[in-house]
């Protein structure tokens, strides 16, 4: 091996049990969207040690490191989430969550622990780098809610960055093996809210009311429509009411009922479609039972991510030389969401998973309270996104 390469393996090698440690620590101590306080400051600790510019505060919560190479290059942007969820730990491990009700159930624990050591490798050989590293550490996105003031916080602009690239971990994958998908890759996510505003009364006298519930249950049902025949069968969408609110008593007509329910799909123009035809539907079925409908988008809604061809063939090739061609595929994409599709609107990049699989058993789904990590993932994509960032870097000329 070239004396330039053994180095940086040399440092990839010497970290993996900091990394681990690392990641372990911020699992113990796991805090919600934009209340991420203490793991900002370990984190911004952690790089005004290694001797990055620290930017802290952006956006509530989230952090900037800025790493200047000593040669010249371009400037690339590494992106990783730092919020946990709201949900209590069921495994029982000497790092398992200090804190009842919250719990890093998705791996972001693990795309902290790996931007602040693929920063500390990159500052430590600041005279082999080529280029300035712009670390991204976003508050708050399992509530949809860090990118977008990040992004308005100018973090792409100052200094600019050409691309942007991150990772995020995955049980369906096995660990240490690596899937990146040129194209969209992780849907859309529109969350909705429907009132339907009858008039309540006595359960025995229906005539005298305009039952609510009645004309909910028929826009629910109606909705599958929606999918089924007014998108184009090639096109991919889901639209799923999860809750309905309603009614106090049996023999009591409410007045309203509320739905809540999310939309999913992979290209823009179906998402408006259903967006919109969401709105003219609810309220034409709800008239049909002289009733009201009145839709709502809430926040946490989030454009599809879809990752850029040049940069993923970029990733592909970096993941192949690093964990080996069998160890790297395409696979399917899924519906889940992420606000690193705003980073992706905003400049070109590529957002691919890491496999974390536990070797034993079937896999606790992420967001699950027994959701749990194989850490042989980590190292794999450390080295991977130290590649990435790399080969992303080196000047435009070459
Ligand atoms: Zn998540
Ligand atoms: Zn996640």
Redesign the pocket.
């Known amino acids: 091996m070239a004396r330039a390469e053994s180095v940086w393996s040399e440092e990839l090698e010497g970290r993996r049990e900091g990394l681990i440690a690392l990641r372990r620590d911020f699992h113990r101590h796991p805090e919600l969207s934009f209340q991420e306080c203490r793991t900002a400051e370990v984190i911004a600790d952690r790089l005004h040690r290694a001797g990055l510019e620290v930017r802290a505060g952006i956006a509530g919560t989230g952090v900037v490191g800025i790493l200047h190479g000593d040669r010249p290059g371009r400037t690339v942007g590494w992106r990783a989430?730092i919020d946990a969820l709201p949900l209590t730990e069921r495994l029982e491990a000497p790092f398992a969550s200090s804190r009842p009700g919250v719990m890093h159930a998705?791996?972001?624990d693990g795309h902290t622990a790996i931007a602040i050591t693929l920063a500390e490798i990159m500052s430590a050989r600041r005279g082999e780098v080529e280029g300035t590293a712009v670390f991204l550490f976003q508050p708050a996105?399992?509530i949809i809610g860090g990118a977008e003031p990040m992004i308005a916080a100018g973090v792409l602009d100052d200094p600019r960055v050409d691309e942007v690239y991150g990772l995020?971990l995955t049980t369906l994958t096995a660990a240490g093996h690596v899937q990146v998908r040129p194209g969209p890759s992780m849907a859309s996510c529109d969350a909705f809210e429907v009132d339907v505003i009858g008039r309540g009364g006595h359960g025995a006298m229906p005539h005298l009311s305009n039952d609510p519930m009645t004309a909910a249950a028929n826009i629910v049902l109606g909705l599958k429509h929606l999918v089924s025949h007014e998108v184009a069968a090639q096109e991919t969408a889901v639209l799923t009411v999860g809750q309905i609110v309603c009614g106090t008593k049996g023999n009591i007509i409410p007045e309203t009922a509320t739905m809540r329910g999310t939309i999913r799909t992979f290209d823009d123009g179906v998402r408006q479609q259903l967006r919109e035809r969401l709105a003219g539907y609810a309220g034409d079925i709800a008239r049909a039972y002289r009733a009201e409908a009145r839709v709502r988008f809430e926040s946490g809604s989030t454009p599809a991510v879809v990752n850029h061809a040049a940069q993923s063939d970029l990733v592909r090739r970096c993941a192949e030389s690093v964990v080996g061609a069998d160890a790297v595929y395409e696979g399917r994409p899924v519906m889940a969401s992420?606000d690193m599709s705003l980073f992706l609107r905003a400049r070109p990049g590529c957002y691919f998973r890491v496999g974390i699989r536990p070797s034993h058993g079937r896999p606790a789904p992420?967001h699950a309270p027994e959701f749990e990590m194989n850490e042989a993932g980590l190292p794999a994509g450390l080295a991977v996104g130290l590649s990435v960032m790399r080969r992303a870097m080196e000047p435009a000329s070459r």
């Open positions: 989430d998705c791996g972001h996105e399992e995020h992420d992420h």
